[in-house]
T-cell receptor, first 112, second 112 residues
């Protein structure tokens, strides 16, 4: 049973445009959400996080939005750059200290 | 200076063999994890250790045995390898403050 779902396996965007990656979760106990980025042959690296007390967190070109009532979060990247091409994983946990549950990932391709 | 390092990076072996993957972190974190990324690309939690004690053991066959000699190391030993064990195994450690996971580069295990 997937508690964290990323229903789009891939996304293609042109350089300079906005990339929007979506994530849905089913467990209402989740209160901490993270996005990870993964290049081939490397481990996932932390990108940005948000706790359930917020609905938006911004870090440079990256913004995460959380809609608790819809159990949905999204990652916005603007402007997108070719170096952003990677697999993006959404992850959630019940507290900041417990194990992260990951989605299946979305492969983002940014073309120049 | 690598924060979370795993060895070996690649491992090819025959069915029925026993193999180990080592993991070390120099971040001073108390909690370490093993995740498995299978052919469907899901990142699934396998084990979690906090300060050398097992705190999470997902439904993993008992052929898999984690060993934590100290809080900076979490090794994974696999007995009687099966074809289905072929995957990329990621070690991670967690920051108690932010809840962020730091991943190693992964160890790709291929069972023939």
């Amino acid at each position: 049973d997937q508690q964290v779902k990323q229903n789009s396996p891939s996304l293609s965007v042109q350089e300079g445009r906005i990339s929007i990656l979506n994530c849905d979760y089913t467990n209402s106990m989740f209160d901490y959400f993270l996005w990870y980025k993964k290049y081939p042959a490397e481990g996932p690296t932390f990108l940005i996080s948000i706790s359930s007390i917020k609905d938006k967190n911004e870090d440079g070109r990256f913004t995460v939005f959380l809609n608790k009532s819809a159990k949905h979060l999204s990652l916005h990247i603007v402007p997108s750059q070719p170096g952003d091409s990677a697999v993006y994983f959404c992850a959630a946990s019940r507290q900041a200290g417990t194990a992260l549950i990951f989605g299946k990932g979305t492969t983002l391709s940014v073309s120049s | 200076d690598t924060a979370v390092s795993q060895t070996p990076k690649y491992l090819v072996t025959q069915m029925g063999n026993d193999k180990s993957i080592k993991c070390e972190q120099n971040l001073g974190h108390d909690t370490m994890y093993w995740y498995k990324q299978d052919s469907k690309k899901f990142l699934k939690i396998m084990f979690s250790y906090n300060n050398k004690e097992l705190i999470i053991n997902e439904t993993v066959p008992n052929r898999f045995s984690p060993k934590s000699p100290d809080k900076a190391h979490l090794n994974l030993h696999i007995n009687s390898l099966e074809l289905g064990d072929s995957a990329v195994y990621f070690c991670a450690s967690r920051s108690a403050g932010t809840g962020e996971l730091f991943f190693g580069e992964g160890s790709r295990l291929t069972v023939l």
